[in-house]
């Protein structure tokens, strides 16, 4: 079974840095196309990026210029590398995968497959 595991969440002050990683396992990374989400306390879960398996990108309005998604094919792993962080990005961090590998979407319902989240809190 397809499994995404999210790590290198925590609580940071505004204007500082954090790497969100996303281990994939039981499928080949460089087949699926793969999207960062994030749920905010009595929000939606909203699209923040997404990455194809040619390596495209698309990033939300809200994160761009500050989070930049990148993949290590070799280690299976969606990174997602956030700059200038604002009380605002507060939220749970989610990944989620697609067999569809040439998708560039931020829309939750194209994926099929999702971590459990990890939490990222910011103070300001």
């Known amino acids: 079974p397809v499994q995404l595991v999210e790590s290198g969440g925590g609580s940071l002050q505004s204007g500082g840095s954090l790497r969100l990683s996303c281990q994939a396992s039981?499928?080949?990374?460089?087949?699926?196309?793969m999207g960062w989400f994030r749920q905010a306390p009595g929000k939606e879960r909203e699209g923040v990026a997404a990455?194809?398996?040619?390596?495209?990108?698309t990033y939300a309005d809200s994160v761009k210029g500050r989070f930049t998604s990148s993949q290590d094919n070799a280690k299976n792993t969606l990174y997602l590398q956030m700059n200038s962080l604002k009380p605002e990005d507060t939220a749970i961090y989610y990944c989620?995968?697609?067999?569809?590998?040439?998708?560039?979407?931020?829309?939750?319902?194209?994926?099929?497959?999702w971590g459990q989240g990890t939490q990222v809190t910011v103070s300001s």
């Open positions: 989620a995968a697609d067999r569809r590998w040439w998708l560039l979407l931020t829309n939750r319902n194209a994926y099929n497959y």
């Open positions: 039981g499928y080949t990374r460089i087949t699926y196309s």
């Open positions: 990455i194809n398996s040619n390596g495209e990108t």
